[in-house]
């Protein structure tokens, strides 16, 4: 199986949601640079030094921009080889939303539409 890995959700403003989530569900919350999208990652359980859950089944998750890349949330699924999940999301009918892109220290990530027209995320994780 391929398990979902992380969550991502549109924030209108993100010093406001950072502040939402700290207080009510205690997470961590990491405002990233314009490097990284400004993205807003959302610590929700307790990581070792590898930045790896202590407790297995556990997701983190962040907030991205309203509308830069989308309004709707949506989940990141690990597959060990993203050409070939590629291919297959084609062959199902899906689609693919622009190229593959590394992002430094996580694995390979690219955006797709299922048949019904949800995002998910394919992150094939750096090993």
Avoid: C
Avoid at 2 to 15: I, L, S
Avoid at 77 to 102: E, F, S, T, Y
Avoid at 103 to 115: A, S, Y
Wanted: aromatic share 8%; net charge positive.
């Amino acid at each position: 199986m391929n398990p979902v890995v992380h969550f991502e959700m549109p924030a209108k403003d993100r010093k406001r949601v950072k502040k939402f989530y700290e207080n009510v569900f205690g997470w961590q919350m990491n405002q990233l640079g314009a490097d990284m999208g400004d993205y807003l990652l959302a610590t929700t359980s307790p990581i070792d030094k590898k930045g790896m859950h202590k407790k297995k089944g556990a997701i983190n998750g962040g907030f991205y921009q309203r509308g830069s890349y989308g309004t709707v949330p949506h989940l990141v699924i690990a597959v060990d080889n993203l050409k070939k999940h590629v291919q297959l999301v084609k062959k199902a009918g899906g689609k693919i939303l622009g190229k593959p892109m590394n992002i430094q220290g996580i694995g390979t990530f690219v955006m797709t539409k299922d048949t019904e027209g949800n995002r998910i995320g394919m992150l094939q994780p750096s090993r």
